[in-house]
């Protein structure tokens, strides 16, 4: 899958894309709050090796894409859509950005994306999203994309030493409004 937006594209992993994924998956500050990280140099080679061989599945689920800028070429993060429940057409996004890279309303152009690609490609019924409520920027991206905040979700979460809240988001595909094109 490839998809080419404003200031970026989304295209599948490729086997040297580790090192750029290496940046911002060791950085700490990046993943603050999410499950996995931070990376050592092993665990950003397996995880392009898992993203590259998921590529092939006929029945795919994990839709994981490199966020590659325009301007320079630059992989500056991942993204992507898991279909959790075909039978349910259910599916969670999620993305990632290079310290540097935050700011400039990259993520937001991505989870609009993710929300197009859910909806449209895989015909989605409902996509969900969540957040550590401390992780404000992304709380703000989910809203600005327009998915509702339905849930606080207490101590949900045992994560890198201690329980974590989780906010949930939830989008439903007859709220989905595609993304005008210019
Ligand atoms: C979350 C993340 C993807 C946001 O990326 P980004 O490209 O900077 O996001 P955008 O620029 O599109 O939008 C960020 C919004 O959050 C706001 N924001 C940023 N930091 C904030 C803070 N500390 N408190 C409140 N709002 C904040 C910005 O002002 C902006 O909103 P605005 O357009 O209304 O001004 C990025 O910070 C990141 O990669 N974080 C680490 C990984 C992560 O947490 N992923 C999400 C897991 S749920």
Redo the contacts with the bound molecule.
């Keep these: 899958m490839i998809v080419t937006l404003d200031r970026l594209v989304l295209r599948e992993f490729e086997r040297h894309d580790w090192e750029a994924v290496h940046v911002y998956g060791s950085d700490p500050e ?2 603050r ?2 499950a996995w990280g931070p990376n050592t140099e092993r665990d950003s080679r397996t995880f392009v090796q898992h993203a590259i061989g998921r590529q092939l599945d006929k029945n795919r689920r994990h839709w994981g894409l490199a966020i590659v800028r325009k301007a320079d070429e630059q992989l500056i ?1 991942g993204c992507g859509v898991y279909v959790s429940a075909p039978e349910h057409r259910e599916g969670w996004i ?4 290079r310290r540097d ?9 991505v989870g609009a994306a993710l929300l197009a690609i859910g909806f449209t490609e895989l015909r989605l019924h409902r996509v969900s ?4 409520p401390r ?4 709380a ?2 989910l809203e ?1 994309i327009g998915m509702r905040r339905e849930a606080h979700l207490r101590e949900h979460l045992w994560q890198k030493g201690e329980w974590r809240d989780s906010v949930v988001f939830g989008m439903l595909e007859q709220e989905f409004r595609p993304p005008a094109r210019s």
């Design positions: 990046v993943v709050y999410l993060g999620g993305y990632c950005l890279a935050w700011g400039h309303g990259y993520a937001t152009e999203a969540t957040c550590d992780n404000a920027a992304s703000r991206v600005k």
